[in-house]
């Protein structure tokens, strides 16, 4: 059995600076806290749990800080976690992703300018949450086709449509040329990041060639989701996972030749190792 594994699997930039973030802050000493899981990785929020760091999971929670450091997470968060830190005067890092903070920026100020924000995105998802806080008045958040071909907005009002950085970007196309036809005056800015388009066309890819395709990230984690819903377009066996020990639930047929391997932007490379070395020996 071969086995191809993905060269863009694995950590991206903003979440190795963001995880780097942490591990820097644990060695200056002092209690270290993160809003919201750092990333969406169970197996590397565990590890930092050992070390000390503490999740915060609410606004409550951020209240009752009052020493240490608070770590602000990958994905971003509220407007409004900023005024609380600020007005209690806790100290934090914001190790928010450069390319997530940037449609904070966009959104902030196209809805000054008297522009409509779509948000395409996951509307629960973290990333999301943040970005519509930014995004003035009444910002609209969809994540299908059938959503952007049923939403009716005045046609006299100008439109500025972002996405979550990792969204599925030929989706993302569909909802935009949908806004098009419509006839409105729309302005898209690009905000799917280089690793999340570099990513899902490698998946992509190699799904088509593969026999069977195994797509390793956290159970919460948006991008590796993506990517799943990407490979099993092109590859019926397709098998989403989230380290080693879940390849224990998986059968393989004997007829399999081909199989290709990869992973979210917040799967740590000794769980790809693992799995990779695994599929290899074992199947």
Not at 148 to 171: G, R
């Amino acid at each position: 059995m071969k086995v191809i594994l993905a060269k863009t699997a694995g950590f991206c930039f903003g979440v190795k600076r963001a995880v780097d973030t942490v591990y820097k802050e644990i060695e200056k000493g002092g209690k270290i806290y993160t809003y919201g899981p750092i990333i969406h990785n169970e197996t590397v929020v565990e590890d930092l749990g050992k070390k000390g760091v503490e999740v915060l999971n609410s606004i409550d929670e951020l209240r009752s800080v009052k020493e240490g450091t608070v770590i602000i997470r990958s994905h971003g968060v509220v407007k409004e976690i900023y005024d609380i830190l600020e007005e209690n005067g806790i100290s934090y890092v914001d190790a928010t992703c450069p390319f997530v903070r940037r449609i904070h920026q966009i959104v902030e100020k196209e809805s000054k300018e008297g522009r409509q924000i779509v948000i395409v995105g996951n509307a629960e998802h973290p990333e999301v949450e943040g970005i519509r806080s930014y995004a003035g008045d009444s910002p609209v958040v969809l994540e299908s086709v059938s959503e952007a071909l049923s939403l009716n907005l005045p046609i006299d009002k100008p439109i500025t449509v972002v996405s979550q950085t990792t969204f599925n970007s030929m989706k993302y196309q569909e909802i935009v040329d949908i806004f098009a036809k419509k006839g409105y005056d729309v302005n898209v800015a690009n905000t799917i990041c280089n690793a999340t388009h570099e990513r899902q066309d490698e998946a992509r890819k190699i799904a088509a060639e593969a026999d069977a395709m195994i797509v390793i990230g956290g159970s919460h984690s948006s991008n590796s989701k993506k990517l799943y819903e990407i490979c099993q377009k092109e590859c019926g066996l397709t098998y989403f996972i989230q380290t080693v020990d879940d390849l224990q639930n998986v059968q393989i047929p004997d007829t399999v030749e081909l199989v290709g391997i990869t992973a979210g932007a917040s799967t740590p490379n000794n769980i790809i190792e693992e799995v990779q070395k695994h599929v290899g020996t074992d199947f």
